[in-house]
């Protein structure tokens, strides 16, 4: 990575609790920017602030957490915000058919909805200043569909949909919107997921009970990493590319993946794609 004068730029990460987040949030840090760490959990933003960071609160489910933890960042930075990187997210399992309304609307109060509401508030600060950078944590999810992941799936489509907007709507006022679109990369996103599925899902009066019996052991499973997967730091080099650079790419793609499905999404009929789509959930929930 090319050196950068950051002279202590400030970003604002959500999601900082582990995984993508809390490695962006170290990088950046040691690189010179001046992190403002979040997390959901009051236990989590102690952790942060004990490893040396300003850290500040922030619910994405609660539109007075989001305002308290925008003032209270505003307060530490001095009242402008050159980025946001929108990171916290949760992927909510389960057959499309089995999703109540509540849990769809969960699923979208965090992953968008929150998301969304943030980026709002911020924007004018950085319309003010002339300049700023958003960096949306999207999904390979957000590019194709797997099945048993509709609600995520949903809420990324829609994310990058939103991101495609805003994008548009902030040419020409010095704030760079881009799209980080990971695969599978190390983090507890699979325990948080089997946490949620148990929570919502009621596999035993499910058409689809086989099929979770099956995924249940999949998210609890542990070893080796599914194949392609790569370190959290994958993403960094990312998220670095996408504030250091004078002209940010609209869309960032990590892993194999990513790179492998952006391009048959493109080169496959429909009814092709979903051969290959099936193929894939058959054989991870074997």
């Known amino acids: 990575m090319a050196a950068y004068e950051t002279n202590g730029k400030s970003i604002l990460i959500s999601g900082c609790s582990s995984g993508i987040g ?71 399992p389960g057959a499309v058919e089995d999703l109540s309304r509540d849990t769809l609307r969960a699923q979208f109060e965090t992953n968008l909805f929150g998301t969304v509401e943030l980026t709002n508030q911020l924007i004018p600060v950085m319309r003010k200043q002339g300049f700023g950078r958003i960096i949306q944590n999207s999904s390979l999810l957000g590019i194709v569909s797997l099945p048993y992941r509709g609600a995520y799936n949903a809420s990324k489509y829609a994310l990058e949909g939103i991101t495609d907007t805003l994008r548009l709507e902030l040419h020409g006022t010095g704030i760079h919107v881009s799209l980080i679109e990971p695969g599978p990369v190390q983090s507890r996103f699979r325990a948080n997921a089997f946490a949620m599925y148990k929570k919502h899902i009621d596999a035993t009066h499910s ?19 599914a194949p392609f997967t790569l370190p959290p730091e994958a993403v960094l080099k990312k998220v670095i590319h996408a504030l250091e650079s004078p002209r940010p790419r609209p869309r960032y793609y990590v892993t194999v993946p990513t790179w492998l499905f952006g391009i048959l999404r493109r080169l496959l009929s429909t009814r092709m794609l979903d051969r290959v789509l099936r193929a894939i959930s058959r054989g991870e929930n074997k």
């Not at 086989?210 to 080796?224: A, H, N």
């Open 22 to 92: 809390l490695c962006v949030a170290r990088g950046l840090r040691q690189r010179g920017y001046q992190v403002i760490a979040s997390a959901r959990r009051e236990a989590d933003v102690e952790k942060l602030r004990q490893e040396g960071f300003s850290a500040v609160q922030l619910d994405l489910d609660d539109t007075d957490a989001i305002r308290r933890a925008v003032n209270e960042t505003l307060a530490i930075t001095g009242g402008e915000l050159f980025a946001l990187f929108n990171n916290g997210a949760y992927g909510q």
């Open 207 to 225: 058409a689809h009970r086989d099929t979770y019996r099956r995924m249940e052991r999949r998210l609890q499973k542990v070893g080796p990493a």
